[in-house]
């Protein structure tokens, strides 16, 4: 009985390095930069970090292999889609269906680089990219609730009203005008603009961000001046 503890440890350790091997280098890469970010900003221990990174790493192979998208080329997408770039296949597709939203995004501020940035990601990289968006916003959104003890609808406003909405053209049809959703592909250009004004006078821009219908329109105002 007494090596029955001590099997029981090796066997979890076991079977923590066989999950560890399932992902390729690349997702191993990503799960160990997920769990890193999360213990620092939700101050939560690496454990827990690394569950919640792998069930976001799992979640996001599940959607793209549903989407037929997990084999897609990483690196050179950007260029595909910039480019006359044509096939019959899954990329090829994904390549015509994103051509076809750039106009629409192309008025919100998306440049060239901005579609190399996003569209050169890995798939899986997008992907943790969404998940880690939904991941902040629900966040937020619980502790509207908890802290600020806001009903459901309450805490959704509030949250729209301090965090970015990401999506294609179309998505979220109910929001309209500046309230709808930014292009993914600006996501980049938005955090470093956030980072530079929490650094500058956060103070300046809280009063702004308050007096603006949604953090979106906050943001199209400051793409419109430049400053993004």
Request: charged share 30%; glycine share 4%; net charge neutral.
């Amino acid at each position: 009985m007494e090596y029955i503890p001590h099997f029981c440890s090796c066997m979890i350790e076991y079977m923590g390095i066989f999950n560890f091997f399932k992902y390729t280098a690349t997702e191993r890469l990503i799960l160990n930069q997920y769990t890193q970010m999360l213990s620092s900003t939700f101050d939560m221990s690496k454990s827990e970090a690394n569950s919640l990174a792998e069930e976001m790493l799992v979640n996001s192979i599940s959607k793209a292999k549903k989407d037929n998208t997990y084999q897609l080329p990483p690196s050179i997408l950007g260029e595909m889609i910039l480019d006359d770039y044509e096939s019959g296949d899954i990329i090829g597709f994904l390549v015509k269906y994103v051509r076809k939203t750039l106009p629409e995004k192309r008025k919100d501020g998306v440049k060239d680089e901005d579609i190399l940035w996003w569209w050169n990601l890995d798939e899986i990289s997008r992907r943790m990219v969404m998940e880690l968006d939904w991941l902040l916003k629900s966040s937020n959104y619980s502790l509207e609730i908890k802290n600020n003890g806001l009903s459901e609808k309450e805490a959704i406003l509030r949250t729209k009203k301090y965090n970015p909405t990401y999506g294609d053209p179309g998505e979220l049809p109910h929001l309209k005008g500046d309230n709808r959703p930014l292009p993914w592909e600006l996501r980049d250009r938005i955090n470093i603009f956030l980072e530079k004004i929490l650094k500058s006078d956060p103070q300046k821009y809280k009063k702004r961000i308050e007096s603006a219908p949604s953090f979106n329109s906050f943001l199209r105002e400051e793409i419109r001046k430049g400053n993004i």
